[in-house]
């Protein structure tokens, strides 16, 4: 009880379910999955310095703001870090026809706190991940529902490990919040993207897993239906742009590209 009430707490003051503070009345709006926070952070700056306007970004799990954006959050620009939660807002002509595309991809690893230099997990069919666990917790985004952990359980199934260990899963509220979790010690494994990881001095990636293991990790960008904001395209533009890619690569992502 007490670690969801610290993942909950966590998930408000950093990944944020509400827009920031600070939000002016002429920003463009946008909802972003939680991995991307550095990124788009850096991405912004680099955006009002190059044109004077500012976006304001709410980070949290994709899940969740697709639930924001249907329950008529003042969203411009939503990016979620998988096609389904995106999909699910274009079923409902929540997104505006012709403005969605693939932009960015990510990989999974396998996680460990870094004190005590972990060793290596060789990530294959049928690998001990129950017995490394060793009665601790195996942290992960929601399996059910946000996209990290979406993913860590399709490979886990796939792997034949996943009816082993999800009774040992600490489920968090957005992968930022795993990745918090194993930094602190609480959890001796944990599963995130490659991008959280690497902006994390207290964890140490142990083990990738192969690309054949899960679906494409893919994350959509596209305009609200309802957005009247005319900066919310050009931003979604600079997105793909020169600038953005050097960024968005700095940080571990590789850059789709519009399409």
Known sequence: MLRRIFIAAFALL??????????RADDAVVFAAASLKDALDAIDADWQKATGKHATISYAASSALAKQIEAAAPADVFISADLDWMDYLDKKNLIAPGSRHNLLSNSLVLIAPAEGNPAPVDIAQGFPL???????????????????????????????????????????????ACLLLVARGEAPYGIV???????????????????????PITYPIGLTASSKNPDAAAFSAYLSGPEATKEFEHYGFTVLGAH
Not at 193 to 215: M, N, Q
């Open 14 to 23: 950093v990944a944020g379910t509400g827009l920031p503070a600070g939000a």
């Open 130 to 176: 129950a017995k490394l666990l060793n009665g601790g917790k195996l942290a992960m985004a929601d399996p059910n529902a946000v996209p990290a952990g979406k993913y860590g359980k399709a490979a886990l199934t796939k792997l034949g490990v996943w009816d082993a260990v999800s009774g040992s899963v600490a489920a968090a509220e957005n992968v930022r």
């Open 193 to 215: 993207y490659k991008t959280d990881a690497a902006i994390e001095p207290k964890v140490k990636i142990v083990g990738t897993f192969r690309a054949d293991s899960l679906p």
